[in-house]
């Protein structure tokens, strides 16, 4: 992993460059925040021509590494105005590595309205002119990718949304079989990559680059043992068997799922949509059976399940927690059926479920369409596709909605829509939402795993808890693993170094591992105090502060001087 | 003018205040900054619970000076985020003026809808609902208020596009008769009247309030002084017979007309808008004759025009150069007929010509309407009215219509449409729009003055000036009169101190009177800065200091430092 390729969409030239030692000490979201930093200008317009999307896997995405591999996407964000990354799984993080690329750079933008694919392999890159991919919808374009490109390549591609550089545009990946549909969703980087013209991006790794481990006996032997503790996890069990929907039974009980454009923090339909009834549903239907499948190739935890419909054909994979608050409690739909639609449709127009299915729940409210109208959803989704002027309001996202509408209770921050968490129910997630250089992002450090230990209602204790949480994702993000990972180094913190030293030959105590997290969220501070986005600036929305939420009728009421305090909290170093 | 009327729309109610000694220092715009910074949280939500609407007559609104009694209304401003201050004629102001009042400022929104007026004479205020007034345009609700409430009142409310709270509404005056609209347009401040739930303020002065002038004689000799040095002044008298289109054949000649988006700086129809060519027309057409109206009723320049269709019949009253050129060359549209209703459409939806102009430009662009349709321009207007989804991106203005259609070309700074001077043409207003605490807007400070003594395309000097225009407009805004009154302090600077000696007993120095102006924008900038709002974070787009501008192919090429350094430039204290 030490290519680093640059393209300048707007000349069509293609530059590559061996990564030299300095930049070889970044990779992932800690890559992408190094070069927003040294080469993006903190001011410049999103989809205009100084911004860069910025594509690298993590460190270990050349190894074995359970769940290792994911690919981070990540330049200036429409949305928030600040850093973004936004990383997902799929085949092609991992194929990009066994070719070598360590980081694609897209810079610039063409002159003229342009839908080109990049395709990369061992031996180079190249521009392709794609005319016939406009406006295809995402799974078109993977199936005529693979026509074209043929089968077992890795495909990155936009949809219509981020064509047409709507601020909700994400960008999608996909696996060999072209079964699942994963996306770098969040802060509107499918916009970024529009704006550069390029709908795609093939990986051929069918010539690969040998890996130039450090010590490939103890990598081997770390990446055992890792694979070795998530399997005996009970709570990897239970993703595998439940997906990520095992947590919203508990987050309806504590009374903090987003429900009806955030009105409520239970939602009564919330039953149909458990973690254990839609196992059993895919069971019965006959989908993929008890458990998931790998969301990426390296996973041993698979959480990721294909949902059928009632006559057995895949509707979606896979139906995350997230999506499927925001599309159905949110929207007021208490249907699977129907919220898995909602959901296959986010991912063919190539949408953020999270923020569209936050854009519908202020639209319901707004009258628009009705609470529960399912039908109305996915017309509205429909219509982002064919660029109506009502679909290009809802797939700018969330606030944008609420300024069409003039609407007082837009769930945002940092101009962003809130996941699945209601901050006022629980307060980590609030802390989150209002400091993370991310905006609200529930992956830039979730406090729901702290829920068992401090009571989320509380504000005692949250900024720190979070400072916590926000320093280990983004020393994940950085990796390239995804959070599931975690059993493996709180069991066993020896083992982060280990990975480091096996896979780079770097000395790294645990601690000094650790800090590659605050490394990451400093470089990202530093970009976002120079584009004005901060916490002083962008704050948690009034209706948050002020509104009951039902059940606990709780506000959000962690004091703003002391969410402002964040960045000097000293953490603990041995912590993960 | 002692009093201060504070209504809390949430409550209901009203409360009186006899201005302190302190309060008493500050009118206008610089009453306006002086509550912001102490009482509004530079953070907060623009439409939401804790933006105030401020409305403030100047210094010299109980006097007879000419050009005095406009009233300055403003608050957080939804479009840039920052400071606002839009000032107008009309009636009301003097009207406030003569029953006492100071200021009104509308507290808090109110917990549902709601349709009200607020009306005030000398012995109080009182909120009366006002159902039937929803959704009415501008001209229904002056006669309906005039109807209900008499004849020669002042009347001040928003149209359909401020009830909707739509980001490019403004706030409509009118004059005794009803003839005229004026507009208070700028920076949404009629989404913030709306989300306040006042449909419109009713001032009645039938019974008045004695102003308590310091040494009437005096005052008396000054006001008279002035209106003297206004009448024999030749730009004074050109004003009269052409209005502000008096500048538009210059402005296309030197070629910084903004044409078709701000692709060009010369329109091939410019001949059809000139201030001889239009006041010819008036003549021909039976309007209101060879000379102007007064915008106010203390005016002596009156460069207001009845602009009457090709039956006589009134069409708009008047036709201000800003409006003209962004309804007209910006958006291709070369007939005056065409362009003035556009600019009563404008009037009866309620929204800022300005905005709207560049808004519709940019939709052009996109492919929404053709350049040139007047017809679809229309359509676009009526739709705002109606609230259909383009009504809607429309009427939220050029920032937000620009990113609905993905557009590159944007012409805004701190979120707000450019007026009618492309800053790559006219390179002071570049200047202002990128450093105004007011975003950009032409009344901070317009360049256009100096195109004779600095070469408009040159960038030696632009910061310098700027800042002088800037801190003098400051003043005019504080003292309530027009920016056109300027000759009779250039010819006599005594006369500054002289009027406020007469009138308040303050023994101010022509320095110190000028000072007030850099004081308004200390305070300004104050709040714009806790609000992340400055130049630092919001910059000239980037086409701007790109794509050349025909037919000088100039570019907006002066350094952000140099921008920046602003604040910093002492200014000669003794040049007005």
Redesign the interface.
Same mark, same amino acid.
């Given at each position: 992993m030490r290519r680093i390729i640059r393209v300048n969409t707007r000349t069509g030239e293609i530059r590559e460059f061996e990564a030299t030692p300095e930049e070889r000490r970044y990779a992932g979201r800690y890559y992408i925040a190094k070069v927003l930093v040294d080469e993006v200008p903190p001011?410049?317009?999103p989809?205009? =021509?100084?911004n860069k999307l910025i594509i690298s896997s993590g460190y270990f995405a050349d190894t074995n590494l359970s769940t290792s591999g994911r690919i981070s996407i990540g330049g200036k964000s429409p949305l928030t105005g600040g850093v973004k990354e936004s990383n997902s799984g799929g085949n092609a993080g991992k194929k990009l590595a066994r070719i070598g690329v360590k980081a694609i750079i897209l810079e610039d933008?063409p002159e003229r309205e342009q839908t080109r694919v990049l395709y990369v392999n061992a031996d180079g890159a190249k521009l392709i002119d794609a005319p016939h991919l406009k406006g295809r919808l995402v799974s078109e374009t993977f199936e005529i990718l693979r026509k074209e490109f043929g089968e077992r390549k890795g495909f990155i591609c936009i949809g219509p949304a981020g064509e047409? *550089?709507?601020?909700g545009a994400g960008v999608a990946l996909t696996d060999d079989r072209l079964e699942q549909v994963r996306y770098a969703a969040r802060g509107g980087l499918g916009?970024v990559m529009?704006?550069k013209g390029i709908k795609a991006i093939v990986v051929d790794d069918s010539k690969v680059v040998e890996p130039d481990y450090h010590d490939p006996k103890l990598l081997r032997e770390v990446v055992k043992e890792v694979a070795r503790i998530l399997l005996e996890d009970p709570k990897s069990q239970n993703r595998r068997r439940y997906g990520t929907l095992d947590i919203l039974e508990m987050v309806n009980r504590l009374g903090f799922l987003p429900t009806r454009n955030f009105s409520s923090g239970q939602f009564e339909f919330a039953d149909n949509f458990t973690g254990p009834r839609v196992a059993k549903l895919i069971e019965e239907r006959g989908g993929c059976g008890k458990n998931g499948t790998p969301c990426i190739p390296s996973c041993t935890i698979m959480c990721s399940k294909v949902f059928p419909d009632k006559d057995g054909r895949k509707l979606v994979a896979t139906l995350q927690y997230e999506s499927v608050v925001l599309l159905g409690p949110n929207c007021g739909i208490g249907d699977v059926d129907e919220v898995a639609e909602l959901n296959n449709l986010c991912n063919e127009v190539g949408v953020d479920t999270i923020e569209i299915g936050a854009a519908i729940g202020v639209a319901m409210e707004a009258g628009v369409i009705r609470f529960g109208d399912a039908q109305g959803a996915k017309d509205l989704l429909r219509q982002i596709a064919q660029g109506?002027?009502?679909g =290009?309001?809802i797939g700018?996202g969330a606030a /944008?909605t609420g300024?069409?509408?003039?609407s =007082?209770r837009v769930p945002v921050l940092k101009g962003q829509a809130m996941p699945a968490y209601d901050p006022r129910g629980l307060k980590g997630n609030g802390v989150l939402y209002a400091t993370s250089t991310m905006g609200a992002d529930h992956t830039a450090g979730n406090a729901f795993e702290t829920v068992r230990t401090h009571d989320p209602l509380s504000r005692e204790g949250q900024v720190r808890i979070s400072r916590q949480l926000q320093i280990r994702a983004a020393l994940i993000d950085s990796m390239g693993v995804c959070l599931f990972i975690r059993p493996a180094f709180i069991k066993n913190p020896d083992l982060l170094g280990a990975l480091f030293k096996g896979r780079y030959g770097w000395d790294l105590s645990f601690k000094e591992a650790k800090h590659i997290g605050v490394e990451v969220l400093d470089l990202e501070r530093k970009f976002n105090e120079m584009?004005?986005v901060?916490e *002083? /600036?962008? *704050?948690m929305?009034?209706f948050m502060r002020?509104e009951p939420l039902p059940p606990h009728n709780a506000v959000f009421d962690i004091p703003q001087e002391e969410l402002e305090g964040i960045w000097d909290i000293e953490m603990d170093p041995n912590v993960f």
């Open positions: 001011t410049c317009e989809l205009g =021509r100084y933008i047409m *550089r709507l601020y916009a529009g704006s109506t002027y009502l =290009r309001i700018n /944008f300024q069409a509408f003039g =007082r584009a004005g901060s *002083r /600036f962008k *704050r929305p009034e002020e």
